[in-house]
């Protein structure tokens, strides 16, 4: 892993692990965030909460931990909430601690550990959120990506609870649709944020979807309006695909399922 200062931002910090930039974190400001799809998620997240959740007593669980930006991030904003970080790599959890000003626990709980393992062994309804955001050499681990994994994810969310995924994709959107078909297996509802030139296949980008039991804006609904008013006002102007987008984008697409050896 490395760190770099940002040569644009004031106290801006880069994190990249294995050559991939992996976490952007500005000290002072912890709602200061620099990656795109990280405000995307933000933008989601925040309206999901706002229409059904108690902000006062959210559970966070993070899949993938990074610098914590995002924990760190939702402490500030939802300074009630409880966030929980799982981290594979036990010196990068030791590091981020040492480098940056991460709330401490209870606020951000840093656990190192598998993610999916962790998913595994979620106790039911014990969560509100659950964002996954792992990546491997610029990829999305296979097993955090299939039916079983967002079965797991479901069963720990409390009762209306939303799961979130940063969908890491080449231009063929061949992965992002199998991801959609599978989160359709398990939740009532999926949604998307992403640029116009990734929807449309044109680059290697993110995407992040949003899935629950609890319906989710409609592309005409006053919520969907004013995360789109959101979206627009970034660096990468980004739009929001309702259900019934998403579940065209995912016609025809096989979901992926854990590889049971022999």
């Known amino acids: 892993m490395e760190l770099f200062p940002d040569p644009y931002t004031t106290d801006g910090w880069l994190l990249s692990v294995d050559g991939t930039p992996s976490s952007h974190i500005v000290l002072g400001e912890p709602r200061?965030?620099?990656?795109?799809?990280?405000?995307?998620?933000?933008?989601?997240?925040?309206?999901?909460?706002?229409?059904?959740?108690?902000?006062?007593?959210?559970?966070?669980?993070?899949l993938g931990g990074g610098a914590c930006t995002l924990a760190r991030y939702f402490a500030d904003v939802y300074p009630g909430s409880r966030n929980t970080v799982v981290e594979l790599d036990r010196e990068l959890a030791r590091l981020v601690r040492e480098w940056f000003d991460i709330p401490r626990s209870p606020r951000v709980k840093i656990r190192v550990d598998d993610a999916r393992a962790v998913a595994q062994d979620f106790t039911p309804a014990s969560r509100d959120i659950i964002i996954r955001d792992v990546f491997t050499d610029a990829e999305t681990?296979?097993?955090?990506?299939?039916?079983?994994?967002?079965?797991?994810?479901?069963?720990?969310?409390?009762?209306?609870?939303?799961?979130?995924?940063?969908?890491?994709?080449?231009?063929?959107?061949?992965?992002?649709?199998?991801?959609?078909?599978?989160?359709?297996?398990?939740?009532?509802?999926?949604?998307?944020?992403?640029?116009?030139?990734?929807?449309?296949?044109?680059?290697?980008?993110?995407?992040?979807?949003?899935?629950?039991?609890?319906?989710?804006?409609?592309?005409?609904?006053?919520?969907?309006?004013?995360?789109?008013?959101?979206?627009?006002?970034?660096?990468?102007?980004?739009?929001?695909?309702?259900?019934a987008w998403v579940r065209r984008f995912a016609s025809g697409a096989k979901p992926r399922h854990d590889v049971v050896a022999d």
């Open 32 to 62: 200061k965030l620099i990656f795109e799809y990280m405000r995307w998620m933000a933008t989601g997240i925040e309206s999901f909460v706002s229409q059904h959740l108690d902000a006062e007593k959210l559970r966070i669980t993070h």
């Open 141 to 243: 681990p296979y097993n955090l990506s299939t039916v079983e994994f967002f079965a797991h994810c479901h069963r720990g969310l409390a009762p209306g609870g939303l799961y979130v995924a940063n969908c890491g994709d080449n231009s063929d959107l061949k992965v992002a649709r199998a991801e959609v078909a599978g989160m359709l297996e398990v939740f009532d509802h999926v949604a998307a944020i992403a640029d116009p030139p990734m929807l449309k296949g044109r680059r290697y980008g993110n995407i992040v979807f949003l899935a629950s039991d609890t319906p989710l804006p409609d592309a005409a609904s006053p919520a969907a309006a004013e995360m789109t008013r959101q979206l627009l006002g970034g660096g990468v102007p980004a739009h929001y695909r309702d259900a």
